[in-house]
């Protein structure tokens, strides 16, 4: 099968097998040219591991510190005649390239919001690795059944309390539009904090507490966003930051229950604002990670997923590093996209940019060949007009 890009909206319905695994194959070589992060984790768990921060997570663990690491993810193998989803693709390369480094790897491909997810990922936790020293908490999910009640609860991405005005950008057609959204309904409200929110990673950490496998001082971490002010509406202060509040919630009770465990803990990273699957569905916001991008790559300061993971752990969670807490406890990897320059940089263009001169003010460009990667297009030394086999059994 030939396989070319194929986006509609803010998805792209293929993905290339070699490219994802060119992808993930950059990642790797970023983490190992970082050199060895000194006391890092050995023995890991990451809860949407396939894409992302969680597939960065991932790769920073075993790459960095020698890990071994158990994924859990959700992803759609390929059909007749049609691709896999990237973190089908990307989970085979890891696995591949984590095994021939010696490294154990195993992958889980399901819901993990599930019982059954939680109980096979348990078992397999007692019975190849003993325990954990690390849970990476890094699910971004449009629905959860919820385990018990099985309500199907969907989350949703609007304003709280009043509507919202803004621009936003069709990043396939370059067009800016204005977009006005209705504010959430209590019943979104609570859907979207039931998907997002912390109840989840707590249902994660009190079954591997109960069943004894999180290592004396073990540690767990889950991922956030606050941005500036111009996504607030829509990001900070919108249904998914009250599903992120809900995550701080969680956080301080994990912490108290890994506190007890041999002086654990449980914290989230605030990580920088990217281009992935989940914050392309964001109104407004790639408009602001193109500007966002422009401005840091001037600065020298831009990052991806993988940059800001082994920061994350080189830098806070490991080599000796004790972690630097804001004053809501949380340890914050968006200091360089947040700093004041950065910022009033973003400001400063944000409202000339019009469809005409989007290519000059924002780095749009990029934004489209980040999106892209995502799905394994665009990666150097593949050949695209080559056939290509979609059908890969998971590893
Ligand atoms: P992503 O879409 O790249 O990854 C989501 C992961 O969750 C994938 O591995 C997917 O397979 C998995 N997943 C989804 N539903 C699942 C289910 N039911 N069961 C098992 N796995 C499931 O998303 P991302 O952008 O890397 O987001 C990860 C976390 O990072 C989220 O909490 C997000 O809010 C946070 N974050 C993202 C950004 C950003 O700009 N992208 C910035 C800061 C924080």
């Given at each position: 099968?030939?396989?070319?890009?194929?986006?509609?909206?803010?998805?792209?319905?293929?993905?290339?097998?070699?490219?994802?695994?060119?992808?993930?194959?950059?990642?790797?070589?970023h983490v190992k040219a970082q050199g060895p992060i000194s006391g890092g984790p050995k023995r890991v768990l990451v809860l949407g591991s396939s894409t992302g921060y969680g597939l960065a997570s991932r790769i920073t663990a075993a790459f960095g510190s020698g890990a071994a690491t158990l994924g859990v993810f959700f992803e759609r193998p390929s059909e007749e005649g049609r691709s896999a989803t990237p973190g089908w693709y990307n989970t085979i390369a890891f696995t591949k390239a984590a095994r021939a480094a010696g490294l154990y790897a195993k992958n889980f491909n399901g819901d993990a919001f599930s019982a059954d997810i939680k109980q096979q990922a348990l078992d397999a936790i007692r019975a190849d690795l003993?325990?954990?020293?690390?849970?990476?908490?890094?699910?971004?999910?449009?629905r959860r059944t919820h385990p018990t009640t099985g309500v199907v609860h969907k989350s949703c991405l609007k304003p709280v309390g009043a509507?919202?005005?803004?621009?936003?950008?069709?990043?396939?057609?370059?067009?800016?539009?204005?977009?006005?959204?209705?504010?959430?309904?209590e019943q979104e409200i609570a859907d979207t904090v039931t998907v997002m929110g912390g109840e989840d990673w707590e249902m994660w950490m009190q079954a591997l507490t109960d069943a004894k496998l999180l290592a004396p001082g073990a540690q767990s971490v889950a991922y956030s966003y606050i941005g500036p002010e111009v996504t607030w509406a829509i990001y900070k202060n919108g249904t998914i930051g009250l599903a992120k509040n809900d995550l701080e919630r969680a956080a301080r009770h994990i912490d108290s229950l890994l506190k007890?465990?041999?002086?654990?803990?449980?914290?989230?990273?605030?990580?920088?604002?990217?281009?992935?699957?989940?914050?392309?569905?964001?109104?407004?916001?790639?408009?602001?990670?193109?500007?966002?991008?422009?401005?840091?790559?001037?600065?020298?300061?831009?990052?991806?997923?993988?940059?800001?993971?082994?920061?994350?752990?080189?830098?806070?969670?490991?080599?000796?590093?004790?972690?630097?807490?804001?004053?809501?406890?949380?340890?914050?990897?968006?200091?360089?996209?947040?700093?004041?320059?950065?910022?009033s940089a973003v400001a400063k263009i944000w409202p000339g940019v019009t469809t005409e001169n989007i290519a000059a003010e924002t780095d749009i460009a990029g934004y489209r060949t980040e999106f892209l990667k995502l799905f394994g297009f665009g990666l150097p030394g593949i050949n695209y007009d080559a056939e290509t086999e979609p059908h890969v059994p998971m590893l």
């Amino acid at each position: 099968m030939i396989i070319k890009p194929k986006v509609r909206g803010f998805v792209c319905v293929t993905a290339h097998p070699e490219g994802c695994a060119a992808h993930v194959q950059q990642w790797i070589d970023h983490v190992k040219a970082q050199g060895p992060i000194s006391g890092g984790p050995k023995r890991v768990l990451v809860l949407g591991s396939s894409t992302g921060y969680g597939l960065a997570s991932r790769i920073t663990a075993a790459f960095g510190s020698g890990a071994a690491t158990l994924g859990v993810f959700f992803e759609r193998p390929s059909e007749e005649g049609r691709s896999a989803t990237p973190g089908w693709y990307n989970t085979i390369a890891f696995t591949k390239a984590a095994r021939a480094a010696g490294l154990y790897a195993k992958n889980f491909n399901g819901d993990a919001f599930s019982a059954d997810i939680k109980q096979q990922a348990l078992d397999a936790i007692r019975a190849d690795l003993g325990q954990v020293d690390l849970v990476v908490y890094s699910l971004a999910s449009p629905r959860r059944t919820h385990p018990t009640t099985g309500v199907v609860h969907k989350s949703c991405l609007k304003p709280v309390g009043a509507s919202y005005t803004n621009k936003t950008v069709d990043t396939d057609k370059g067009i800016i539009s204005t977009v006005a959204i209705e504010p959430a309904s209590e019943q979104e409200i609570a859907d979207t904090v039931t998907v997002m929110g912390g109840e989840d990673w707590e249902m994660w950490m009190q079954a591997l507490t109960d069943a004894k496998l999180l290592a004396p001082g073990a540690q767990s971490v889950a991922y956030s966003y606050i941005g500036p002010e111009v996504t607030w509406a829509i990001y900070k202060n919108g249904t998914i930051g009250l599903a992120k509040n809900d995550l701080e919630r969680a956080a301080r009770h994990i912490d108290s229950l890994l506190k007890l465990n041999g002086g654990g803990r449980a914290f989230i990273s605030v990580n920088k604002a990217l281009v992935t699957q989940a914050s392309s569905a964001i109104p407004v916001v790639p408009l602001y990670i193109s500007i966002l991008y422009k401005i840091m790559k001037a600065a020298g300061t831009h990052e991806g997923c993988v940059e800001q993971i082994q920061r994350l752990f080189a830098t806070q969670m490991y080599n000796g590093r004790k972690p630097t807490f804001d004053e809501s406890g949380r340890i914050r990897v968006d200091d360089w996209e947040m700093r004041p320059a950065i910022q009033s940089a973003v400001a400063k263009i944000w409202p000339g940019v019009t469809t005409e001169n989007i290519a000059a003010e924002t780095d749009i460009a990029g934004y489209r060949t980040e999106f892209l990667k995502l799905f394994g297009f665009g990666l150097p030394g593949i050949n695209y007009d080559a056939e290509t086999e979609p059908h890969v059994p998971m590893l």
